[in-house]
Structures are given as C-alpha cells and as structure tokens.
C-alpha cells in the first residue's frame, strides 16, 4: 500500500479518478495529501469531498520558487506520500524539487508524447491536423514533459472536433491510465532501464 500526494492547479477531474480508484477495497494506494497553488481551483473542494488533506499554498508567498517547493516537500514528507502525483499542476518543478523524490514523480499531459509538449497540447494537435492524438503518463524529469513514458492511449481526431470535445475524450482516457499506472507504481511493476519504463513481464 503506497501513499500518493497529488499536486494539482485547476478542476481536478484526474484527482478525482485517483481518489475513486483509491476507494476501491483491492487498490494498493491511497491519496494522502493535496497540494494546490491556486486559491479558488475546484479540487480543493473535491478533496475535501474524499476527506483528503488538501493545502493552497500561494506561491507569492514565498520568497522564491525554492522556498514555494520546500514548503510543498515538507508536506508530501509529513503525509509520509511514496509517490507525487502531478494532475494540472501548472507550475514548472525544479532540479532541487525533483531531486527530492527521485524516480517518485509522474505526471499527466494531454497528447501521445514526444509530441506536442508544454502548453495547449490539444490546440496544437488540431492545428496539425493529426488523426490521433491522445495522453502519455510519464515519470517526471527535470525537462518539461520529457522523462520515462509509463503509459499512453490514443484518441482520433474528429472532422467537427473543436478543442473543448477532443479535450473532453482525452480526459476520459486520462482518467483510465493515470490510476492504472500508479497502481502499476504501487504493486512494484515498474522498471526504468536506460530511460525507458518497462512493466515487467509478471505484471502484464
Ligand atoms: C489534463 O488535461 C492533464 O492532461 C493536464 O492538465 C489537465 C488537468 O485536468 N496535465 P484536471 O484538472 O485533472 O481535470
């Protein structure tokens, strides 16, 4: 049984699916704290919802992006979390951050990584024309949405699609693996070999 931290900035449809994945008897994790950098966004309400710990911490308190991480590592330590949980975090994590929890961090983005990396990934999707997009979990590494993918699963492009219905389907997909993979964490299924994650053959 690991405990998860999740970092998230806005609505917080994938904290969701981890919390409701978290609730099921045979699940081998449970959400122990929140972490939110904005005041208002709705998944502080939704973890009070699962009677989650959840904590706003508002960056312009702090001095500088370190003192804002510390504070926010020193929360994940008390809450004894195994593995952090970035959800739309909107908050680029640095080395020192990072380092904090090696090989402990994963993170969500909406496309099928490498491509289409940073902000407005389904936009950007839509603008190329691509047939299929899609989402990726990755381990986090110390550049933007780069680092060993544990999971991905596609999406196709509709003709009509507009930003806000692609958005929609990938999150439905976002809320299959992102649980799926951090179970996989948890039962200890994960290998990284060379930058590459593998699921190892028992697992599957
Ligand atoms: C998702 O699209 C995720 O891929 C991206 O941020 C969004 C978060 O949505 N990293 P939600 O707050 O979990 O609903």
Redesign the pocket.
């Known amino acids: 049984m690991i405990n998860i931290a999740v970092m998230?900035s806005?609505?917080?449809?994938?904290?969701e699916a981890i919390a409701r994945a978290a609730l099921k008897p045979d699940w081998p994790g449970k959400v122990s704290v929140l972490i939110c950098d904005r005041e208002k966004a709705p998944?502080l309400e939704k973890a009070e919802r699962f009677n989650i710990d959840g904590y706003y911490l508002d960056p312009g308190e702090y001095g500088d992006r370190r003192q804002f991480e510390s504070e926010a590592a020193d929360l994940i330590a008390a809450h004894d979390a195994d593995l952090v949980a970035l959800?739309?975090f909107m908050r680029l994590l640095s080395p020192y951050f990072i380092e904090r929890f090696p090989d402990r961090i994963m993170?969500?983005?909406?496309s099928l990584l490498p491509a289409f990396r940073g902000l407005k990934a389904q936009k950007k999707a839509l603008e190329a024309g691509v047939k299929v997009t899609g989402?990726t979990v990755h381990f986090v590494t110390e550049e933007l949405d780069e680092g060993p993918i544990i999971m991905q699963a596609p999406v196709k492009v509709k003709e009509d699609d507009d930003e806000e219905k692609l958005?929609r389907r990938?999150?439905r997909q976002?809320h299959l693996i992102y649980p799926r993979s951090i179970e996989l964490y948890a039962r200890g299924c994960l290998e990284i070999r060379e930058g590459k994650v593998r699921i190892k053959p028992s697992c599957r």
Do not use: D, L
Request: charged share 15%.
């Open positions: 998230a806005g609505r917080g449809s994938n904290f998944v959800a739309g993170n969500i983005h909406p989402c958005s990938i999150r976002e």
